[in-house]
């Protein structure tokens, strides 16, 4: 198994996935979906962590076939499930268990999963009698602990509290005999959209690595947003400018549909002019809103943006996780064109495209691959 697992969820192009692929990455999975389009980047089953707190049957069946490399399980029925799946397919589903340690990792309450009575993992204290139950089970080969406990976390503090508890338990399970080998310790690691101050990612790294020092175990990571954030931008035009009471909107063609980020957690992203303003030019307040018929659909607030007229392209930043993967079709609306452009390559592209289906945001143009 990789040490370094990519969370697809951050951002499932194909370009994407084959990109981190080639850097050596596995991939941390959490659908069928998912699964299809990591083996489709090239990334070997036996490099797959599936994970999530609700896998259907037919995706136990499809993961199972496969020959994924890890199941996080995170209930006593899943691995029921999951065992009652392996036995039909005369097969042995490697399995962490996902521990909910109760930590708070001080994000966004939409992002948290790691606190008691959020949905995801297995109470602390009932994990041993979890993993012996997993140990006993014909069809599961328990083989370490997984824990997440959220997103855009801006302190190392919470990852130390909940690695802590993961430490503590696999101690305990050795005591009782058990041969922990892995572990899994999410991703989660933030990134700086305005005035966040995230760890820095090295010593996110060596808090990892004392963690695999101290208890002698593969230790796996899970990043996705750190990854790919800044490497995103969406480019949207203007549709038309207005007064709306005070302050100076502007109508844009990207929407909530597009980046769903601003409208689900008030989340923050600088928003640019593309050409550069003339210099003593001098800017405005301005709400940069999109055409969908909601009052959530404004991407930015109160920016300070210079004069702008219909035609004008601006540039959203940092959409480069939780971005087109969050993207939907509301308002009959066409999801966004996609291009991955590398170095300096110019890339003329249209900012909208009617594509046909979902997966042809992967058709990334021969030329700029
Ligand atoms: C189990 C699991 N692993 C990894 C991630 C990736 O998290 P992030 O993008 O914050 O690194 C997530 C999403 O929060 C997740 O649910
Ligand atoms: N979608 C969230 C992150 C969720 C992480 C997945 N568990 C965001 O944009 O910040």
Redesign the pocket.
């Known amino acids: 198994m990789r040490c370094i697992c990519y969370?697809i969820?951050?951002n499932d192009n194909l370009a994407v996935i084959r990109t981190l692929a080639r850097l050596g990455s596995g991939a941390?999975i959490?659908s069928g979906g998912e699964l299809r389009r990591a083996l489709q980047a090239g990334i070997a089953a036996e490099q797959l962590v599936f994970?999530?707190p609700g896998k259907t049957r037919e995706e136990m069946e499809l993961a199972l076939a496969s020959g994924v490399g890890q199941f996080?399980v995170e209930s006593p029925a899943e691995l029921e499930a999951l065992a009652s799946a392996a036995r039909a397919q005369g097969t042995q589903a490697p399995v962490a268990l996902?521990v909910n340690p109760d930590v708070d990792a001080e994000t966004h309450d939409k992002?948290a999963?790691g606190r008691r009575g959020d949905k995801?993992g297995i109470d602390d204290g009932d994990i041993a009698a979890l993993y012996a139950r997993a140990a006993a089970l014909e069809g599961i080969e328990p083989v370490g602990l997984?824990v997440?406990i959220?997103?855009?976390?801006s302190r190392l503090a919470p990852f130390e509290a909940a690695y802590e508890r993961v430490i503590d338990l696999v101690e305990d399970l050795r005591a009782a005999g058990y041969p922990v080998e892995r572990i899994n310790l999410?991703?989660?690691?933030?990134v700086r959209y305005r005035d966040e101050t995230p760890p820095p990612v090295e010593a996110y790294g060596a808090l990892v690595e004392r963690v695999r020092q101290r208890i002698g175990v593969t230790a796996i990571i899970?990043?996705?947003?750190?990854?790919v954030a800044p490497a995103g931008v969406l480019l949207t035009r203007v549709i038309a400018v207005k007064q709306a009471g005070e302050r100076r909107c502007v109508i844009v063609d990207a929407a909530m549909n597009d980046l769903m980020r601003p409208a689900l957690y008030d989340a923050w992203h600088a928003i640019e002019p593309v050409a550069e303003p003339a210099p003593g030019v001098s800017t405005v307040e301005t709400d940069v809103a999109g055409p969908v018929c909601e009052s959530a659909d404004v991407l930015g607030r109160e920016r300070p943006l210079p004069p702008l007229a219909a035609g004008d392209l601006l540039a959203v930043r940092d959409v480069g996780?939780?971005g087109s993967v969050m993207a939907s079709t509301y308002n009959s609306r066409p999801l966004a064109a996609e291009v991955m452009v590398r170095g300096d390559a110019l890339a003329s592209i249209r900012p909208r495209q009617d594509y046909e289906t979902l997966l042809a945001r992967d058709l990334v143009p021969s030329w700029l691959a």
């Open positions: 969370s969820k951050a941390d959490i994970a999530g996080n996902r992002i999963t995801f997984a997440h959220g997103s855009q976390l999410g991703g989660g690691l933030g899970e990043p996705g947003r750190w990854l996780a939780y």
